[in-house]
């Protein structure tokens, strides 16, 4: 996507992509390749920072998710701890009450 130098004189082509095949628009030399040009450019800005804030987000959603995986592993082993001290015992992912006490 830009200006092309062709035979000295500079030409504005806007390239678009459909599938594998690759078209060129031609704008000109003018001023209307200049405003086209110029418009293009600020479409590639907007593009980026819109990548950049769902990169952060996505950094800020991982820190959210990496904090509740503690938590939760937290409240697990506290959970664990209390039903052993209550006389529960795992098995195959139940919790079961121990019929005789040692």
Do not use: C
Request: aromatic share 8%; proline share 2%; glycine share 8%.
């Amino acid at each position: 996507m830009g200006w092309e130098d062709r035979g000295g004189q500079l030409y504005y082509y806007r390239k678009r992509r459909n599938g594998p095949v690759v078209s060129s628009e031609y704008f000109g030399s003018g001023s209307v390749a200049d405003l086209i040009s110029e418009m293009d450019r600020m479409d590639r800005e907007e593009r980026r920072l819109e990548r950049t804030k769902r990169a952060e987000k996505r950094i800020e959603l991982a820190e959210l998710d990496a904090q509740a995986a503690a938590f939760s592993s937290a409240v697990r082993a506290i959970l664990s701890a209390a039903l052993i001290i209550s006389g529960f015992r795992p098995h195959k992912g139940q919790w079961r009450k121990r019929r005789h006490v040692q």
